[in-house]
Every structure is written in C-alpha cells, then in structure tokens.
C-alpha cells in the first residue's frame, strides 16, 4: 500500500501545483459589464443640449469648451436583443451603436466625464477609428491633439486616424441600424484594390512615425450626408507646424496614388479623341520610380510610371479592336493618367509646398549626405524643384467582344 502511495505521490504533487496555478480569471471583468468603445469623434467645442441641459442642474466641472468628443459604444441592450430575435432592422429596432459627447479642454478629463454618464466602465483596447473634423485639425497641432492617444497603454496603435469635412461626429452615424459606423469606416478602407482614390491606412503607429519624421503627409478624408458616409480625397498636413493646410480631392488623391505606384486596383476613366467615346480601363497593376537628380545646387525629378490592366468598357463600337485601336486608346489612358498627375503635383508643389507624395524619401535614400542639409527645409525645396513625368500603360486584355 505504501509503495502504491509512493508511486501516485508524484502525480499527485503535480495536479496539486496545477490547481494552484489554474486559479481561473480572477482579475477578468465580464465582457457585458464593459462600455465597448469602438470610435472616437474630434471637433471643435460645442456643447450639446444634453450637457447644457445637465450644466443647468449642477453636473458639470471647470473647463473650457475648446473641442467635443464623442464616444461610440456598443448598444449592449440592441446586442442583447438581436441574440433574442428581436432586434434587426426593421421599424423600432434599436441602434447597434450608442453616441455619447462631451465638451471640455483635456481629453483625459472628458473622457472620465463621459464614465459618469455610463452605467459601464469605458474600455478602449478596442477602439477602431479616431476621426477628426476639419476645424479641428486646422487649429490645433494633431501630435498635441492626440498625445493622450499616443501615452494611453489603452488604445492600440493599430487605430485608423481619419480627417473629415464637416462635423466628425457625423461620420459616426449610419442610417441603418444593425451596423456599428467604426466598423463601416474601417471596411471602406478595404476597398483599395477596386478604387485609386482611397489611401493606405493611416494607423497611430504610421502617424507616429510622421510627426517624428517632420514631413508632410495626408489623411484620408470621409464625407457624410443623411446617415451616409464615403471616402472622399485627404487632408494635407504641414510636417513643421502639424496643423492642416489644405485638401486634395478625390481626382488629386487618385493622382498621389499613381506617383506612389501604391494602387492595388482602380478604374481610369477617359474619352477617344476620335469617336469621343467613353471608355473605361481597370488597373491591375501601378509601377513607379520617382528619380531625383542633381546638377549642382539645381535639385530636379522624373517620375516614371508604368501600369497594366483591362479594356473593360468601351462605348465605340464601330472599329474594331485591332492593334491600332487599342495603342491609341493605351494613348488616351495614358494622357488622362498624366492630367491627373499634373493637377495633384501643381496643388502640393505650388499651392500648398508640402510634399505628400513620397519624393522626400526617395531624395534621401539616393543622396543621404545631400538630404541631411536639406531635410529641415524639404518642403520649401520641393516646391521649387523641377519635375518631370512618364506613363506607359499596357492594356493587357480587352474581352472576347470584337467589332467587325
């Protein structure tokens, strides 16, 4: 008995330190008793009728009314009905989502506000998207604007950060009432490889780098209307004085896309010199080189830019597609390309002197030594250096309809 003892002793020792450390979640807090904030609007301070209503019975604190935030949470009693059968989006269904905003002069403050109007603690680690009316980013710096973000072990870096026209608020409500608007936001974003006008995401860990770096660079733009929203151009943002200075709209960021050479997908659309006939080419692929040269103290660029895709819409159909038709269609691809590429370079070379497009880096990865006295003025260095650009583009398939 003793030797059996013995032998089960060791096992036994081991489930023992098993328990012990299988202690269960003893620090966890329950999902549904957590105020789930998925978005976060910026705009310039306004209180609404809710805290004007509330400052008339005593609940407010010192501050000064200089931005709005507005909190988007999960409506968890929507979530709850949904699981039951009885949300949706038919009449009287509840929204997915619940907008809260608060006024005040510190970001932390207002959000500790905003937890005295919620019966659930406001928990970030999962917020989507911060958005940023126009206003605001013309008047305060955005690396002052969003240090709280950046210091917050909370909030992942991994957060989209858009600009928007308007009020931001109103990006964070949808007309339908089963989806949560931080979520659209970030699926628009996805669409990049079917539309040249959207830009690669603009992370909190990507903006960092940005502000760090002293250079210019764009926020992706959304536009709302009516419970609608869409991605619509970008903000520029001045690297010295990290403050907004201008927009480019949907043609001109289109046209920072193919000096990039970062569209995954896209569709020209242009007009036959000949028939006068629409026609419409889909991108399949973007190449392109930004050269810089230097002559002296005469700093210049050519851009060289190269792109395949389909012939896939064309209103002409009395010629047929035979090799010369579609050279002078590549031709007439090629001619609108580089419109769109000329409008967007005279808007940051000499509207706005802020390079957004990426020729910075590629001055400083050619001549390092030269970019080092450059660099602290680059902007106004841009702006008076001469560039050239090309575009070859290749239709590589055109469908099985043939004219005769």
């Given at each position: 008995?003793?030797?059996?003892?013995?032998?089960?002793?060791?096992?036994?020792?081991?489930?023992?330190?098993?328990?012990?450390?299988?202690?269960?979640?003893?620090?966890?807090?329950?999902?549904?008793?957590?105020?789930l904030t998925f978005a976060i609007a910026?705009?310039?301070?306004?209180?609404?009728?809710?805290?004007?209503?509330?400052?008339?019975?005593?609940?407010?604190?010192?501050?000064?009314?200089?931005?709005?935030?507005?909190?988007?949470?999960?409506?968890?009693?929507?979530?709850?009905?949904?699981?039951?059968?009885?949300?949706?989006?038919g009449q009287g269904a509840q929204k997915?989502?619940?907008?809260?905003?608060?006024?005040?002069?510190?970001?932390?403050?207002?959000?500790?506000?905003?937890?005295?109007?919620?019966?659930?603690?406001?928990?970030?680690?999962?917020?989507?998207?911060?958005?940023?009316?126009?206003?605001?980013?013309?008047?305060?710096?955005?690396?002052?604007?969003?240090?709280?973000?950046?210091?917050?072990?909370?909030?992942?870096?991994?957060?989209?950060?858009?600009?928007?026209?308007?009020?931001?608020?109103?990006?964070?409500?949808?007309?339908?009432?089963?989806?949560?608007?931080?979520?659209?936001?970030?699926?628009?974003?996805?669409?990049?490889?079917?539309?040249?006008?959207?830009?690669?995401?603009?992370?909190?860990?990507?903006?960092?780098?940005?502000?760090?770096?002293?250079?210019?660079?764009?926020?992706?733009?959304?536009?709302?209307?009516?419970?609608?929203?869409?991605?619509?151009?970008?903000?520029?943002?001045?690297?010295?004085?990290?403050?907004?200075?201008?927009?480019?709209?949907?043609?001109?960021?289109?046209?920072i896309t193919w000096i990039r050479g970062?569209?995954?997908?896209?569709?020209?659309?242009?007009?036959?010199?000949?028939?006068?006939?629409?026609?419409?080419?889909?991108?399949?692929?973007?190449?392109?080189?930004?050269?810089?040269?230097?002559?002296?103290?005469?700093?210049?660029?050519?851009?060289?830019?190269?792109?395949?895709?389909?012939?896939?819409?064309?209103?002409?159909?009395?010629?047929?597609?035979?090799?010369?038709?579609?050279?002078?269609?590549?031709?007439?691809?090629?001619?609108?390309?580089?419109?769109?590429?000329?409008?967007?370079?005279?808007?940051?070379?000499?509207?706005?002197?802020?390079?957004?497009?990426?020729?910075?880096?590629?001055?400083?990865?050619?001549?390092?030594?030269?970019?080092?006295?450059?660099?602290?003025?680059?902007?106004?260095?841009?702006?008076?250096?001469?560039?050239?650009?090309?575009?070859?583009?290749?239709?590589?398939?055109?469908?099985?309809?043939?004219?005769?």
């Open positions: 008995m003793k030797s059996k003892l013995k032998r089960q002793l060791p096992a036994m020792v081991i489930v023992c330190l098993l328990m012990i450390c299988v202690t269960g979640c003893w620090s966890s807090r329950e999902i549904e008793d957590l105020g910026i705009d310039k301070g306004k209180e609404t009728n809710t805290e004007k209503e509330l400052k008339e019975e005593g609940g407010s604190y010192p501050k000064k009314d200089n931005i709005t935030l507005t909190y988007q949470f999960v409506n968890e009693k929507a979530a709850g009905a949904g699981t039951s059968g009885g949300g949706g989006s997915a989502y619940i907008n809260i905003s608060e006024t005040g002069d510190s970001l932390q403050q207002i959000g500790s506000e905003v937890a005295l109007r919620r019966d659930r603690e406001v928990f970030s680690p999962h917020l989507k998207v911060v958005v940023m009316s126009e206003d605001v980013l013309h008047t305060f710096p955005i690396d002052e604007m969003l240090d709280q973000f950046f210091r917050d072990n909370e909030i992942r870096l991994s957060c989209l950060v858009l600009s928007a026209k308007g009020e931001a608020r109103d990006a964070l409500q949808l007309k339908e009432n089963g989806e949560i608007p931080a979520f659209r936001l970030i699926g628009l974003g996805e669409n990049e490889h079917k539309v040249s006008r959207i830009l690669p995401p603009m992370t909190l860990a990507k903006l960092i780098g940005k502000l760090h770096s002293g250079s210019s660079f764009l926020l992706q733009n959304v536009v709302a209307a009516n419970g609608a929203v869409k991605y619509s151009g970008a903000a520029v943002i001045n690297g010295k004085s990290k403050k907004m200075i201008g927009t480019l709209n949907e043609y001109e960021t289109e046209g970062e569209g995954k997908g896209g569709v020209v659309k242009s007009h036959d010199k000949k028939s006068q006939q629409t026609l419409a080419y889909d991108i399949n692929k973007i190449k392109s080189k930004i050269q810089p040269i230097v002559k002296g103290k005469d700093i210049s660029f050519h851009v060289d830019i190269e792109s395949e895709g389909d012939l896939v819409e064309n209103w002409n159909t009395k010629e047929a597609l035979d090799t010369q038709f579609i050279d002078r269609l590549e031709t007439t691809i090629e001619n609108e390309v580089k419109k769109i590429v000329g409008q967007v370079l005279k808007k940051i070379q000499h509207d706005y002197k802020a390079d957004v497009a990426g020729f910075d880096e590629s001055f400083r990865l050619t001549y390092p030594h030269l970019w080092k006295r450059v660099k602290n003025n680059w902007d106004d260095t841009f702006s008076k250096a001469d560039i050239t650009y090309s575009v070859n583009v290749t239709i590589t398939h055109y469908g099985t309809v043939k004219t005769q």
